[in-house]
């Protein structure tokens, strides 16, 4: 395996392993260590992957994990988003997020929720507010029906992209042509083969050089990294499901309604986990065309 390979999957165990326990006590040397590096190298490996060092990328990835918590889980105290995503108080809390979106928390909770029942209001799939089960008929073109039940574990093989979602250059098309390279080289491509597209960050909130997503192929058998694929494991976790058919530039506002619409109305609150696409039984055919496609939002248990 290439020097560079190497030390981008030891960066990606790295920011997996912070994503998940951004509640803990991390810092440098945990994360240093489970890269197995030395905390000088890291730092210095993880700062040439990302353009910012692991102190500032913990920071920011708590910030904007709050952001996300004050929108979109409104019975939630401000407080408690504070420890949830691993500030050790609301004054702290409160000085690094002015520092990093200009408003208190307070203020940016109440202008987002402002910014949510207009989405409401005017938003092409929300004529009516549904509660979790019902069917929506929101317009002559789409029956949304979302489902709320359990996702197990997934292995996968995947390929992170980095930079704007919604496939307008087809960024992220491109990214799961490889991946289907990749397999079909190994011998692992299936007809029934599924793919699943990890949304690690909301768009609205991080920086679009910032975001990422993880192409990912849903393994089979035990396949270990290489110079093109690293491995994680998406853990199982209770979703609310959305199945749609659309074009992958269309998705966005799915998820819109999903997170701004539903959301709001169905007696319950986002999950720390990354919110993710699944693409069942695929196959060698074009993972973007405009099939159907479950859009999974974990919630909390």
């Known amino acids: ?65 709050a952001a996300r918590k004050l929108i979109y889980t409104q019975r939630t105290s401000m ?10 108080g609301s004054d702290t809390f409160s000085r690094a997020f002015r520092a990093r979106f200009g408003s208190a928390p307070r203020i940016f909770r109440t202008s987002n929720q402002w910014c949510l029942e207009t989405i409401k209001a005017t938003h092409p799939l929300s004529k009516e507010i549904h509660k979790p089960g019902e069917m929506v008929q929101p317009d002559a073109l789409s029956n949304l029906r979302v489902r709320i039940e359990p996702r ?38 299936r007809s029934d083969t599924s793919y699943i597209g990890l949304c690690t960050d909301n768009s609205s909130i991080t920086p679009a050089r910032h975001c990422t997503y993880d192409a990912c192929l849903v393994l089979e058998d035990d396949i270990p990294e290489d110079d093109i694929v690293s491995i994680q494991t998406i853990p199982a976790c209770i979703c609310a499901v ?60």
């Open 1 to 65: 395996m290439h020097t560079v390979a190497a030390q981008r999957h030891r960066v990606n165990r790295a920011i997996n392993f912070a994503r998940s326990r951004v509640r803990d006590a991390l810092d440098l040397e945990s994360m240093a260590d489970v890269a197995c590096l030395s905390k000088y190298h890291f730092t210095r490996v993880f700062n040439a992957h990302l353009n910012e060092t692991p102190g500032q990328y913990l920071v920011r990835i708590r910030l904007e994990l």
């Open 79 to 88: 407080t408690q988003i504070a420890m949830d995503c691993g500030f050790s």
């Open 152 to 189: 197990p574990d997934y292995r996968v093989a995947y390929i992170r992209h980095v930079g704007p979602y919604g496939d307008i250059n087809n960024t992220i098309s491109d990214t799961f042509s490889a991946l289907q390279r990749w397999a079909a080289r190994r011998g692992i491509l």
């Open 242 to 301: 959305l199945y749609v058919e659309c074009k992958p530039v269309q998705l966005n506002r799915y998820w819109t309604w999903l997170t701004s619409v539903w959301l709001p109305n169905g007696g319950t609150n986002l999950s720390f986990q990354p919110a993710y696409e699944r693409f069942e039984g695929v196959g060698e055919k074009n993972v973007a065309s405009d099939f159907g496609v479950e859009l999974c939002m974990p919630l909390e248990r």
